[in-house]
């Protein structure tokens, strides 16, 4: 497992109640490795809201591949929202812990670092300008997505 995905899955693992993210582009594989965290945390309870850019469609075709009882998971527990732009990726769970990431100078596909901060006051701020984003959203309707993925590749198998 690389650093980034360990990193990520003990996060998963400590959560409690809430996670609010908006991830860098480069985590579609990440996600991949992070379901079975993000499956137990909503058996736990937790409400997650994930916040990506239309870039970051291609999850529907990756989550369209797990099995009945994860798929329903992720259908109930997973709320996702399409932004356009925005200048910042960062993580908070719990109210009380804010996850950083540091794009690469070079290459924004790509995080330089990942900071990990307890701080109840810089999760207040960071989660208003979450709602902020989240309140101007497009809704992605994970469901509908999943639904026409499949039948995307039933008529390329007829074809």
Not at 67 to 83: A, C, F, H, M, N
Not at 95 to 112: G, Y
């Amino acid at each position: 497992m690389v650093r980034r995905e360990y990193f990520a899955v003990s996060t998963y693992g400590e959560v409690k109640k809430s996670v609010c993210i908006i991830p860098p582009v480069f985590g579609i594989p990440v996600v991949f490795h992070l379901l079975p965290e993000i499956t137990k945390a909503i058996d736990r309870g937790v409400r997650i809201r994930l916040m990506v850019s239309p870039r970051f469609v291609a999850l529907s075709s990756m989550l369209s591949n797990q099995e009945g009882e994860t798929l329903e998971k992720l259908q109930r527990g997973l709320d996702i929202r399409l932004v356009q732009n925005f200048n910042s990726c960062f993580g908070i769970t719990d109210d009380s812990v804010v996850v950083l990431f540091q794009p690469h100078p070079a290459d924004r596909d790509r995080v330089l670092s990942v900071v990990k901060i307890r701080d109840s006051g810089l999760a207040k701020n960071l989660n208003e300008e979450f709602e902020l984003l989240w309140s101007t959203g497009e809704e992605f309707d994970l469901q509908k997505e999943l639904k026409e993925t499949q039948s995307q590749r039933k008529r390329n198998l007829k074809n």
